[in-house]
């Protein structure tokens, strides 16, 4: 039964991808004369904090199961 529901997970997590995927790849490019690069993304000042609050709730998170245990 677990072999089953395996595939099963299987095949519906590739026919997701295939939904999602061939639409993409169907998309036509740019003309010459497009500006496909913007100025400056804000995103970029503040990568530093979420990798640094990323890794202290990791932290937290991973020491409270390793106690729950």
Same mark, same amino acid.
């Given at each position: 039964?677990?072999?089953?529901?395996?595939?099963?997970?299987?095949?519906?997590a590739? !026919? &997701?991808?295939?939904? =999602?995927?061939?639409?993409?790849?169907?998309?036509?490019?740019?003309?010459?004369?497009?500006?496909?690069?913007?100025?400056?993304?804000?995103?970029?000042? !503040? &990568?530093?904090?979420? =990798?640094?609050?990323?890794?202290?709730l990791?932290?937290?998170?991973?020491?409270?199961?390793?106690?729950?245990?």
């Amino acid at each position: 039964m677990k072999k089953i529901l395996s595939a099963k997970t299987w095949l519906y997590a590739a !026919l &997701l991808y295939v939904c =999602f995927a061939v639409p993409a790849w169907s998309q036509t490019g740019f003309d010459d004369d497009v500006e496909d690069e913007p100025a400056e993304a804000p995103i970029n000042q !503040l &990568l530093i904090i979420g =990798f640094i609050g990323g890794s202290i709730l990791a932290y937290q998170v991973i020491r409270k199961k390793k106690h729950s245990i």
